[in-house]
């Protein structure tokens, strides 16, 4: 296929269809899969060419539809990367519902040092979380991504698939977090690092990043990897202030899984469409 949403290999393209819970049409013409994703799903495609995507991409999402109904997911999602134009593709996005989120970048750490032990001033100290922490960490955040929130399904995600997840307290109260995932192939992944709002200015955004990254450097791994939002400009300097560098970057669709929503919202277009054709008849 020529064309694909998220360019990856071969390789890794057929393990994400082959990944478990993924739905897949499979034809002549192109593939489109719903996949399980970080607690929500993902909606993958690839076409032969554009005329080819224009011909058969909303009959093949409407055949996944069912699929999103029986899952229990805050949104359904969809990536761009190495996408050059994406006029052509408004009116098939509009068609499916899908509405621009926010762009994303994936920082790496190119050499951990398990040698690098960090270290934490007076009244600072960092600890592993215990089940008493979720409900703090939650609130952090939530009220730390405001409108750029992942979704609630994504943070069950992350809890569930931890190996590691690290409290930073300041005189006894938790005001920065960090969550690990796995390390494969001498690669971790650090799920999220997060410090509350009305914590900021005082470097614990680069603590608890250096504490996941040494963490994951105990576990064999000699790099790091970290997605963070380019909006939220204080995540983006801290990773490169502590050696991340940018890797892949790409754009995220969303679409609600609430159909009520996305009939009101149709229904408001409509209607807007309507009073700009004919709003000064008068």
Known sequence: MLMRNTPVSAREWRERLDSPGATVIDAEVGQMAIVPERGQLTLCWAFTDIDTMRQHYTAMFDALKPEIADAD?????????????????????????????????????PGLDPEVIPEFPEGVTMRRATDDDVERMYEIWTEAYGDLLPGPGTFDYYLEHQTWTGALEQDGKVVAFAINGPVEAAVGEIFDAVVAPEARGHGYGQLVLAAAAYQLSTQEARRATVRVRPDIKQALRTCSEMGFKPGRAGLEYRRTTDEEAIKQRRDERRVAGVKARFGGWR
């Open 73 to 109: 997911v805050d949104f359904l999602t969809m990536d761009f990367v190495q996408v050059q134009n994406r006029d052509w593709l408004k009116p098939l996005l509009d068609d499916t519902d899908f509405h621009f989120f926010a762009e994303w970048i994936e920082m790496t750490h």
